[in-house]
Structures are given as C-alpha cells and as structure tokens.
C-alpha cells in the first residue's frame, strides 16, 4: 500500500528529530530498498506482536512485516500559502500525503527559541492549520468561479459540484477544516478529485522535553492540544523525539531496558505508526507458510481479490477463492490442522471483505 503520513511542524518543534528517528529506525529494516526512496521518505515496520506469534507457530524459513511511510514536509512559517519560506514546496509536498502528523511543541528551553518568541501549542496549531486553510479557499473559489458557469449551462455534473463546492467555501471562510463537514457517499468522489488540504485525517503529535515522558498528564501543554484535538475530533499521541532519537539506535534488548527506566511500555514511534495507521483506515492481513510468514498492508473495505492483487496482480487476476482462517482461531487451535479440525477455516468467495487479522492462502488460476 503506497499509502504515506506527512510530517508536519513550526521551525524547532522537533519534526527534524522525529523524522531523523524515524529513518534510523527504518535502517534497521533490511527488507526495503533504501537507495531508492527519496530523501524525505522514511519506511518503518509496523509493530506488531501478531506476527511475532504467527512465526512461533509456523517456524518458517524468514518473517515479513509490512511496512509505512512518513513524508517529511518542507518548514512551515506564517503565510506559507502566499509563498512564505518554503511555502509552496511545502503546499505541493503536503498534497502528496495521505494524512497529516503535525508535530507541536509541548516543552520549555530556554536553549531552543521558538519561531514566535514564546511557547504556545495551540497558536502553533492554528498557524499551520490556517495557512492549509488559506491553501484551500483560494484553490476552492477559483474552481467554484468556473463550476458555476458550467452549472448555469445545465451540465448536471457542474450542478452537483457547485453545491458541494458552496458547503466547503462557506466552512473554509469559518476557519473550519473540510474534513470537519459529513459528505454524503456520493459526494466523496467529489471531494477527493479536489485534492484539498484540510481534507485530510489530522494527527497531533505533542513533543514533549525527556523528563516528562513518564508523566504526560502533568503537562500543561498536552492538556491544551488534547482539548483542541477532542473539539475537531482528532486524536493526539505524547511522544519525545529526543528519546525516539535515541531508542532508535538501540537493539531490541537494550530498547526494551531503556523504556522500563522512562517508566513507559511503548516507545512513542509504535504508537505513532500505529495511530497513523489507523488513521488512514489500514488493517493488516497475513501469510503463513513453510517459507515465508508475512503481514500485508490493506484498506479496510477492500475484497479478497483485492487483497490478492497487493500480493501479485495475477492472483487478483485469477481468484478463484480465499482460504480463510483469523488469527485468534489459528492461534487457539495451534495451526491451521487444528483449525479445519474444529471448522473454523472458511473457504471465502470474490464478494468476501478482507478483515484485520484474517490469516489467507489465495487459490488462483491464470
């Protein structure tokens, strides 16, 4: 799934040291070739314990994670959507996500000036989104000046979009995202062909100094970004980037030591992918066999065929059926023997939508 997050963020909020923490990680991860991707592309492995399981009981000969991607965004500063800065690589770069992590500062030093002279979260938050709202109002009114022409020429299709166009312009003008108005099923395709900034899924990334990591809820500041993200309904995840920095270079045994002395069970990077993740409404299913078991990125909605062309356009090509078994029932009955023993492996058809956690082998015939 060519499916990205962008890293987004005010100068010295930390969006550097994530994203630094973020390749280094991804370094680790031999399976994906490197020398290709773009500077600003990070690949990491999507945490996991499932697949972990899935290898004690299977004992193939190599694991497979599946993977994700984080853009990092040019900086952004006031007036980015006039040109500011690095505003238009930024506005061209931010089209070609996903979704958006905006990273916030969250902490005090004196050694790290901030942009506007003071640390304030949440008029860091509206600089950014804003600037993203600006972005879309102008490409909006100019799209809305040529649609209404067509519409007034009765072309059906102007008709719909002029209306859908006047609801977004309306709520751009009231400083509200597009993502924060409900469209019908049919509008959607709409939507997504304008390509709008603030249509995107927002995550907040609240970057907090290393000594408060244990204690988050004793911060001020992630208190006040937790309160905006609830209003829009957007979802916050604390992280320190210094320490992700550092964790990230670290092997597993001594990541693991590290996070039991910050008193904290999960390094903030797991719970980033896995919140971006889901953000973009992705599931995971698996392949388990003698050779290989391996975890595949797909959409949640998606169908067995679907699913089978994310493996090899032949196998979509080609469906025949699914053989179906969920991780639970797998696990519960040690293998998949035990599993057809106790009829829990379905044999699934082309109708059939792919659910999280569902262990497959595709029969195909091209």
């Given amino acids: 799934m060519a499916l990205t997050a962008g890293i987004v963020g005010l100068p010295n909020v ?12 991804g370094a680790l991860a031999a399976n994906y070739p490197f020398a290709t991707i773009d500077p600003n592309v990070g690949i990491v492995e999507v945490p996991d314990h499932r697949l972990q399981e899935l290898t004690k009981l299977v004992k193939p000969k190599k694991t497979v994670p599946t993977a994700f991607e984080f853009t990092d965004i040019a900086g952004i500063v006031k007036g980015a959507s006039k040109g500011e800065g690095l505003g238009n690589k930024f506005l061209s770069h931010i089209r070609e996500v996903d979704a958006i992590c905006q990273v916030v500062r969250a902490f005090e ?29 102008e490409s909006v009114e100019k799209r809305y ?47 997504k062909h304008l390509s709008l900034l603030t249509a995107k899924p927002m995550l907040y990334v609240a970057n907090v100094a290393e000594e408060e990591i ?80 391996r975890a595949w990125t797909f959409i949640e909605g998606m169908t067995a065929p679907q699913c089978a062309g994310i493996i090899h356009t032949d196998f979509e ?32 058809g082309k109708e059939y939508l792919m659910k999280d956690g569902d262990v497959v082998h595709f029969r195909f015939n091209v």
């Fill in 14 to 25: 930390g969006k550097s040291t994530l994203f630094n923490a973020i390749t280094k990680a």
């Fill in 109 to 137: 030093d004196e050694n790290v000036t901030h942009v506007s002279g003071k640390v304030d979260p949440i008029d860091d938050i509206e600089v950014i989104n804003m600037e993203l709202v600006l972005a879309d109002l």
């Fill in 145 to 191: 000046d040529r649609v209404v022409k067509m519409a007034r020429q009765k072309d059906k299709d102007a008709v719909a979009e002029e209306k859908i166009l006047a609801k977004i312009k309306e709520t751009l003008e009231n400083n509200e995202p597009v993502r924060s108005i409900e469209f019908a099923p049919e509008e959607k395709t709409i939507v």
């Fill in 214 to 293: 244990g204690n988050p809820a004793d911060n001020e500041f992630v208190k006040k970004i937790e309160d905006y993200a609830h209003n829009e309904g957007s979802e916050v995840i604390v992280i320190s980037a210094k320490i992700e920095e550092e964790l990230a270079t670290l092997d597993e045994e001594d990541r693991e030591m590290f996070l039991e002395d910050l008193g904290i069970e999960e390094a903030g990077l797991d719970k980033l992918i896995r919140a971006s993740y889901n953000l973009l409404g992705l599931a995971t299913y698996f392949t388990a066999g003698e050779q290989e078991v």
């Fill in 317 to 348: 090509r080609g469906f025949i059926r699914a053989e179906t078994v969920s991780y639970d029932d797998l696990l519960s009955n040690n293998g998949m023997t035990g599993a057809k023993e106790a009829g829990k492996v379905r044999l699934e």
